[in-house]
């Protein structure tokens, strides 16, 4: 069986050792984590490995030409060696399905194959892990069961894996890219916009500037129903003077969309939503039916018709 060892972190948490140090060349017990790593695969029978690499490349690279015991081509395996191809990730480092992807060349035609974290250190039986393997599973997980507070988030419907959730800073990370969607955006109801995006002027004394408006204001039908304009996460819902029920949806790191004025919430904090779910429904006041949306990032409001198609 073939292998992959992801190798090309920064090492952030081991500063300040890895600020002159690639994480992989961390001495544990007076042998770097790669060999470890290695070691630990060939003791199981898999003499194979793709390390990609792009902190300190150079130096990772360096040390395993200096091993007798790493060969560079298949003609060379024997007992006690192992075959050592490198992903250069130098210009970018590429996250897990990223590293995946860029290193298929060298991974194709070798059927199933293990992925191992330089930096962790088990005494997990991998020949048993094998053994677990499904012809038709497209993965097979090694876990194990401890407290974290970091969680990984699946799609309620697919059970595709979309990102993580951190509970005790709070923190998402979402696979999907809020910022790359600009202009793309559906609008979280059909209906008219009658509050603009800005500096508002009152309609008799023309000079009269009035505080500044954050979103848009929609007019919709009775009891329309609001929908989610990009994948997020539910980060509050609450009710505001004036403003009734609102949903506060966070988008990745740094963005964020703000529905008000809702009768009603089908939706919690936490929740996973998609493009397009239905948050809730307008409440109609004095007679009018009209949602308040705005859009953020960080704590500077955007202008949402910039970002609506």
């Known amino acids: ?5 992801f190798a090309a972190g920064l090492g952030t948490r081991l500063k300040p050792i890895t600020d002159t140090l690639p994480k992989a060349l961390v001495p544990v017990c007076g042998k770097p984590l790669i060999e470890h790593t290695c070691r630990k695969l060939m003791a199981s029978g898999i003499n194979q490995a793709v390390v ?3 902190h300190f490349a150079d130096k990772i690279e360096a040390w395993a030409a200096e091993q ?3 060969v560079t081509s298949e003609d060379q395996l024997e007992e006690g060696k192992m075959l050592l191809r490198f992903s250069d990730e130098r210009q970018q480092l590429l996250e897990t399905g990223g590293a995946v992807h860029h290193a298929r060349h060298l991974l194709e035609n070798c059927g199933h194959f293990l992925i191992h974290n330089v930096d962790i250190l088990s005494n997990a039986d991998l020949k048993w892990l094998e053994s ?8 097979t997980l090694l876990v194990s069961e401890r407290e974290t507070t970091r969680f990984l988030l699946f799609h309620p419907q697919t059970m595709r894996l979309v990102g993580w959730h951190n509970t005790n ?3 998402y990370k979402l696979a999907d890219e809020f910022s ?3 202009g793309k955006l559906p609008w979280p109801v059909n209906g008219s916009v009658v509050g603009k995006f800005g500096k508002q002027y009152h309609p008799v004394f023309k000079n009269l500037e009035l505080p500044a408006n954050n979103g848009l204001d929609i007019a919709v039908t009775k009891e329309a129903e609001i929908k989610a304009v990009f994948n997020g996460v539910v980060k509050q819902v609450f009710v505001m003077p004036g403003y009734n029920q609102c949903v506060l949806v966070q988008h990745g790191k740094n963005y964020f969309t703000f529905y008000c004025k809702l009768g009603t919430v089908n939706v919690k904090v936490g929740n996973l939503v998609t493009t397009g779910m239905v948050l809730g429904t307008v409440e109609t006041q004095s007679g009018q039916n009209r949602l308040h949306f705005e859009l953020w990032k960080d704590n500077v409001p955007q202008n949402p018709e910039n970002w609506l198609r």
Request: glycine share 4%; aromatic share 4%; hydrophobic share 40%.
């Open 132 to 139: 677990k393997v499904q012809p038709e599973a497209l993965a």
């Open 180 to 182: 790359k969607n600009k």
């Open 1 to 5: 069986m073939n292998s992959m060892i």
């Open 68 to 70: 007798d015991w790493v």
């Open 169 to 171: 800073t709070g923190d």
């Open 52 to 54: 990609n690499v792009h």
